[in-house]
């Protein structure tokens, strides 16, 4: 069973709205949970990691939050653009464990 | 200008052939990793290496092999053995007391 669970698993946006993606993990012992962006035929990009001891950050108009207690992660777009379209993958990392645990990803598309 | 290159960006392998992908970083990352990604799943770890002369096998390593005889490269032989390796291939690396994973733009490999 994966341990990192996103959805939804594909969402179509207008250009210039907000949406919102979660993310729920199994992983334990937690360490940190990043978002990546990728886009088509490329390699992930780094947007955000967050410790235990953090439960917000923001790059831009990209805003990640954490919730340790409950498992859970969303990432906030805000005032999509054209170029915000591509998958969004929440990765998890593990005490001790130099693997990381990956979801399927977001597929978002952001229509004119 | 550093960073983290895969060559080539597509690949084309017939039945039986061995291929090997490049992956060059000259960020003087210590750890570097082998992925793959197939379409609706998340990433895979294929092998990855902590340091030079040293690698393990990560959770999908069959029919494939790796070197680390230099920290800023580390190749990925494709055999034959491997019966369906038509996938994305990415390659990425980090600093040993960082957590980010830093990713190459991907090798795509085709089987004809």
């Known amino acids: 069973k994966n341990q990192v669970e996103q959805s939804p698993q594909s969402l179509i946006i207008l250009e210039g709205k907000n949406c919102t993606l979660q993310c729920n993990y199994t992983v334990s012992p937690f360490s940190n949970l990043r978002w990546y962006k990728q886009d088509t035929g490329r390699g992930p990009v780094s947007l955000t990691i967050m410790t235990f001891s953090e439960n917000t950050k923001s790059n831009g108009r990209y805003t990640a939050t954490l919730d340790a207690d409950t498992k859970q992660s969303s990432l906030h777009i805000t005032a999509s653009q054209l170029s915000d379209s591509a998958s969004y993958i929440c990765v998890v990392g593990s005490y001790g464990n130099n693997r990381l645990a990956f979801g399927k990803g977001n597929q978002v598309v952001v229509i004119p | 200008d550093g960073g983290i290159t895969q060559s080539p960006k597509y690949l084309f392998r017939k039945e039986g052939q061995n291929v090997t992908l490049s992956c060059e970083q000259n960020l003087n990352h210590d750890a570097m990793y082998w992925y793959r990604q197939d379409p609706g799943q998340g990433l895979r770890l294929i092998y990855y290496s902590q340091i030079v002369n040293d690698f393990q096998k990560g959770d999908i390593a069959e029919g494939y092999s790796v070197s680390r005889e230099k920290k800023e490269s580390f190749p990925l032989t494709v055999t034959s053995a491997q019966k369906n390796p038509t996938a994305f291939y990415l390659c990425?690396?980090?600093?040993?007391?960082?957590?980010?994973?830093?990713f190459g733009p991907g090798t795509r490999l085709l089987v004809l």
């Open positions: 990425a690396s980090r600093l040993d007391n960082q957590e980010t994973q830093y």
